[in-house]
C-alpha cells in the first residue's frame, strides 16, 4: 500500500506563487510516475501535470503550460508542483497521484492523495 500525502495549499492573490509537494511511503516510489490533478466546485477533475518515472518526461495541461513546473525528488519520494502567476480559476482542491501505467488518456490511477486546498484571491 502506498500513501500520498500533499502539502503546501493555502490561501495567494492572484499573480503569487506555491509549491505543491507530495510525499509518498514505501521502498517503490520511482515505479510510479506521479501526476497533479484538481477539481473545483461544479467542474470535473483534471489532469494538471504528470512526470514520468524518471523524471525525465512532463507533460501540463494547456491552462498552465507555461507558468507551472512539476518536478520529483526519488531519493526524498516527493514529487512537486510549483505554480507562479496564480490566478483565480485556478482555486481547486489539488490532488496528487500515482501511476504504473502512466496518465495517457485511459490510464488507470493507482493510488490517490488526500488534497490540498489552493485559494487564489483576485
Request: hydrophobic share 35%.
Amino acid at each position: 500500500q502506498v500513501q500520498l500525502v500533499e502539502s503546501g495549499g493555502g490561501l495567494v492573490q492572484a499573480g503569487g506563487s506555491l509549491r505543491l509537494s507530495c510525499a509518498a511511503s514505501g521502498r517503490t516510489f520511482s515505479s510510479y510516475a506521479m501526476g497533479w490533478f484538481r477539481q473545483a466546485p461544479g467542474k470535473e477533475r483534471e489532469l494538471v501535470a504528470a512526470i514520468s518515472r524518471s523524471g525525465g518526461d512532463t507533460h501540463y495541461t494547456d491552462s498552465v503550460k507555461g507558468r507551472s513546473t512539476i518536478s520529483r525528488d526519488n531519493a526524498k519520494n516527493t514529487a512537486y508542483l510549483q505554480m507562479n502567476s496564480l490566478k483565480p480559476e485556478d482555486t481547486a482542491v489539488y490532488y496528487c497521484a500515482a501511476s504504473l501505467t502512466g496518465f495517457e488518456i485511459g490510464s488507470i490511477v493507482d493510488y490517490w492523495g488526500q488534497g490540498t486546498q489552493v485559494t487564489v484571491s483576485s
